[in-house]
T-cell receptor
Framework: KAGVTQTPRYLIKTRGQQVTLSCSPI?????VSWYQQTPGQGLQFLFE???????NKGNFPGRFSGRQFSNSRSEMNVSTLELGDSALYLC??????????FGQGTRLTVV | GIQVEQSPPDLILQEGANSTLRCNFS?????LQWFHQNPWGQLINLFY???GTKQNGRLSATTVATERYSLLYISSSQTTDSGVYFC???????????FGSGTQLTVLP
């Protein structure tokens, strides 16, 4: 089975722009979660989707949003980028909870 | 929310040495997982271990849920074991992992 695939791997954006990150889960997995990793805050939960429904959301501003498609692929969007949004964004998939498998992440730099 | 504390924050070993990493959590958990973050940033799942003991090669893990801690043992460490080890828990009805701050392991040749 192919692993979790995140695209793109690297991104450089300017303050004020928006960005969309993509995550393709392991085949058959219906749950996709997103996490932000920064040196100062560590790994923080953004949101979790299951069968196209957001089941849980972390403590992030409304500029962070996401969605899941019928094939379980997920996207997250960050609008009006700020310097503090520079981070490694990690996506995890699981069958419906339980053991989580992570992708290689998207490293976002906001300048 | 639940608190997850990992110790030690940093650990430096000579190749071949053994080590124990600890994870304490503040409330009952549905599941607990150990991850190794490789140099490219990917989190590799080492163990899914809400309770009991599991072994995988040179690595083993024990979770004592009633006492709210988990231990990750690395035996005969190798330089490729270097990296950051994270413990993460899921608690209550929240479908999210709460991560500890990690243990930075450096194995010297």
């Amino acid at each position: 089975k192919a692993g979790v695939t995140q695209t793109p791997r690297y991104l450089i954006k300017t303050r004020g722009q928006q960005v969309t990150l993509s995550c393709s889960p392991i085949s058959g997995h219906r749950s996709v979660s997103w996490y932000q990793q920064t040196p100062g805050q560590g790994l923080q939960f953004l949101f979790e989707y299951f069968s196209e429904t957001q089941r849980n959301k972390g403590n992030f501003p409304g500029r962070f949003s996401g969605r899941q498609f019928s094939n379980s692929r997920s996207e997250m969007n960050v609008s009006t980028l700020e310097l503090g949004d520079s981070a490694l964004y990690l996506c995890a998939s699981s069958p419906g909870g339980g053991k989580a498998f992570f992708g290689q992440g998207t490293r976002l730099t906001v300048v | 929310g639940i608190q997850v504390e990992q110790s030690p924050p940093d650990l430096i070993l000579q190749e071949g040495a053994n080590s124990t990493l600890r994870c304490n959590f503040s409330d009952s958990v549905n599941n607990l997982q150990w991850f190794h973050q490789n140099p490219w940033g990917q989190l590799i799942n080492l163990f899914y271990i809400p309770s009991g003991t599991k072994q995988n090669g040179r690595l083993s893990a024990t979770t004592v849920a009633t006492e709210r801690y988990s231990l990750l043992y690395i035996s005969s460490s190798q330089t490729t074991d270097s990296g950051v080890y994270f413990c993460a828990v899921e608690s209550g009805s929240a479908r999210q992992l709460t991560f500890g701050s990690g243990t930075q392991l450096t194995v010297l040749p």
